[in-house]
């Protein structure tokens, strides 16, 4: 049981380049969220999503995109990198019972450096 | 002032010592509160969680809300060199919200 998968694990970027995070959650689970970590800023929300094909902003949207197309996956896209969206980002799931238990499975992460 | 307030630290203990973390809220909303540990480069993975105000112990961890200072705090006690992790408190409201509120997270060093 994989649970949360996230690829790719690292990525460097050029300024201006494009790119797309996957990820992957094997527990049936109808929440999804993308996160940024940053030092000193913690964790803030990007993107979530309430259940296939369903997306809503969070707290940092700007400069990220993403889709739902099915259930078990989550895409967040970088259309045009800035080296302001190097960080570390996290992709969380969890099931939709339970609502303001708050246990989010995390995935790795992933690490993007933008020059 | 932002949701939610965690002193970032680092903090340094002695193998043994209790430790005692702490966050502040600013929204009485919040009913649900958690704390998550994350080691160095993986994902954070929750540690505890409690409704409304009270203790909830598992162990060496206790985790104490303060409705009325809107206030929790996450002791361990014996911490042991494995405790060494980045905590995060969280927050959540009632009814229907999708999302937590995180704190920036404690870094925690235990030295054997």
């Known amino acids: 049981n994989a649970g949360v998968t996230q690829t790719p694990k690292f990525r460097v970027l050029k300024t201006g380049q494009s790119m797309t995070l996957l990820c992957a959650q094997d527990?049936?689970?109808?929440?999804m969220y993308w996160y940024r970590q940053d030092p000193g800023m913690g964790l803030r929300l990007i993107h979530y999503?309430?259940?296939?094909?369903?997306?809503a902003k969070g707290e940092v949207p700007d400069g990220y995109n993403v889709s739902r197309l099915k259930k078990q996956n989550f895409l967040l896209g970088l259309e045009s990198a800035a080296p302001s969206q190097t960080s570390v980002y996290f992709c969380a799931s969890r099931p939709s019972g339970g609502v303001g238990t708050g246990e989010l499975f995390f995935g790795e992460g992933s690490r993007l450096t933008v020059l | 002032q932002k949701e939610v307030e965690q002193d970032p630290g680092p903090l340094s203990v002695p193998e043994g010592a209790i430790v005692s973390l702490n966050c502040t809220y600013s929204?009485?909303?919040?009913?649900?509160f958690m704390w998550y540990r994350q080691y160095s480069r993986k994902g954070p993975e929750l540690l505890m969680y409690t409704y409304s105000s009270g203790n909830k112990e598992d162990g060496r961890f206790t985790a104490q809300v303060d409705k009325s200072s809107k206030y929790i705090s996450l002791f361990i006690r014996d911490s042991q060199p494995s405790d060494s992790a980045t905590y995060l408190c969280a927050m959540s409201y009632q009814g229907g919200s999708e999302k937590l509120v995180f704190g920036k997270g404690m870094k925690l060093t235990v030295n054997p």
């Open positions: 527990m049936n689970h109808e929440y």
């Open positions: 929204n009485s909303a919040f009913q649900y």
């Open positions: 999503s309430v259940g296939e094909g369903t997306t």
